[in-house]
């Protein structure tokens, strides 16, 4: 994807946001780091566009609610920031790049629960790559890129990365028939 894609992609989710929300009232936009976070920026930003109205975005860390954190190289964990409105009653739209195994989600889904009720919460992704490991999926997808378990998907967003916004594939290495750990971007 092109930076235009990107572009088209995330103002095509934004629309749609919006109708099933009828409106943007009550939400919060919730961007996973690093790039979920920089992407439901994105999303308010077009969101106040198409309805005028300021959508709260906040940041959830879930690095600590990860089930795989023997497997994967160790990270420290990132604030989670919430808006002063918090997580209560409000539709939740959780924000990422890429959906793969659904584990993230899992993992966010377990730390928003540490946060509040919200009344419902919904998932937004750039990608959806396929392969879930876990009954999850997005309610808003910007693309479905099909690929094989040696393929990674890699983002990168201006803001984030040193270079502009692309989504690629790329194959990659794998280990005991999985995907090398994600980093940078990549899935």
């Avoid at 088209?8 to 009828?22: F, G, P, S, T």
């Avoid at 959906?99 to 419902?120: F, H, K, N, V």
């Avoid at 803001?159 to 594939?169: L, P, Q, Y």
């Avoid at 194959?171 to 980093?183: F, I, K, L, N, W």
């Amino acid at each position: 994807m092109s930076e235009p894609d990107i572009s088209r992609a995330l103002r095509r989710i934004a629309h749609e946001v919006v109708e099933h929300n009828k409106g943007a009232d009550d939400l919060l936009l919730l961007g996973i780091p690093t790039r979920g976070v920089e992407l439901a920026r994105r999303l308010a930003a077009l969101l106040h566009d198409v309805e005028g109205a300021r959508v709260p975005v906040g940041e959830l860390d879930i690095t600590m609610f990860r089930d795989d954190l023997r497997h994967q190289p160790t990270r420290a964990p990132l604030p989670t920031r919430i808006p002063p409105e918090g997580v209560d009653d409000r539709v939740v739209v959780l924000v990422d790049d890429v959906l793969y195994s659904g584990r993230t989600i899992r993992a966010a889904l377990d730390a928003l629960s540490d946060l509040g009720r919200p009344r419902a919460v919904r998932l937004a992704v750039l990608v959806d790559r396929g392969h879930r490991e876990l009954p999850i999926r997005a309610d808003h997808v910007g693309k479905n890129l099909p690929t094989s378990h040696t393929e990674r998907v890699m983002v990168r967003l201006a803001g984030v990365d040193e270079s502009g916004d692309s989504v690629s594939i790329a194959v990659g290495e794998t280990r005991a028939g999985r995907p090398s750990a994600p980093e940078g971007g990549t899935r």
